[in-house]
């Protein structure tokens, strides 16, 4: 049965590599379930497998088994061609890195994801100077990547990130090369915006600090994810 629209089902996902000393149970049956609006934190020691997570639910990898399903469809069930379409669509990625053009100014930077689509209009561009008003950017639109601080970047990602209103917003380590201050403010602006845009958010963070701001927070350890155990604490933490 098709799940309710604008939904992010996470349904037994599992996910191995095969790796030189032998095969690597990353994910060992995660679920997740979100709705519009909702934000969850989600840390782990380095290597627990919180990017290999991202990675399923921002169907850039197939899990080995389980679904997951996003806005009432199983993007794995879709052709190469189409799943791409979808997430480009759906879903809006936030890295550690900005992955900006260094060649493109800050308003052409947040209009790249339209491109792969219908290509940007004047309606788009109208809201990509808003959305860099909204995130303090208004007066450097034309700088290029190089010419901006690190914070300044990173909003700019997040800019991009949210131009095709997605319904999903995937965060990996989004203030992990930002100083307290910026990382801040960039954990600030990503939960703001995900209320006023009704989005859905995953940040996957190293920073208790961050996830503590979170409503909802997941640890991911030995390949499960487990309510609320930012700091872990045996007599209180369940399975999600
Ligand atoms: P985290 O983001 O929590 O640090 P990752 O999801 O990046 O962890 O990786 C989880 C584990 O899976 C690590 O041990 C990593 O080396 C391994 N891994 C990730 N991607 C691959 C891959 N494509 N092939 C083999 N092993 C991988
Ligand atoms: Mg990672």
Redesign the pocket.
């Known amino acids: 049965m098709a799940e309710k629209a604008s939904e992010l089902v996470v349904n037994g996902v599992r996910k191995a590599?095969?790796?030189p000393g032998g095969r690597?149970e990353?994910l060992q049956g995660v679920d997740l379930r979100l709705e519009p609006g909702q934000a969850v934190a989600v840390t782990?020691?380095?290597?627990?497998?919180?990017?290999?997570?991202l990675?399923v639910i921002g169907t850039l990898e197939p899990p080995n088994e389980g679904t997951v399903q996003l806005n009432g469809q199983d993007p794995f069930e879709l052709s190469e061609a189409e799943r791409a379409r979808f997430r480009n669509r759906h879903i809006g990625f936030v890295f550690q890195d900005h992955h900006l053009l260094p060649q493109c100014t800050v308003l052409e930077n947040v209009l790249i994801p339209l491109l792969a689509g219908k290509g940007a209009g004047a309606d788009d561009e109208a809201r990509a100077r808003q959305l860099l008003d909204r995130v303090g950017l208004g007066d450097r639109l034309s700088h290029r990547p190089a010419q901006l601080s690190g914070g300044e970047r990173q909003r700019v990602a997040v800019c991009r990130a949210l131009i095709n209103q997605p319904t999903l917003v995937l965060a990996?380590e989004p203030t992990g090369n930002l100083d307290r201050r910026n990382a801040e403010a960039i954990g600030t602006l990503l939960l703001e915006l995900g209320r006023e845009h009704n989005t859905m958010l995953i940040c996957?963070t190293h920073s208790s600090e961050l996830a503590e701001r979170f409503p909802r927070r997941y640890q991911?350890r030995d390949g499960k994810l487990w309510n609320g155990a930012v700091q872990r604490s045996e007599k209180t933490e369940q399975k999600a």
């Open positions: 590599f095969d790796a690597l990353v782990g020691p380095s290597g627990s497998g919180k990017s290999t997570l990675y990996d996957v991911l």
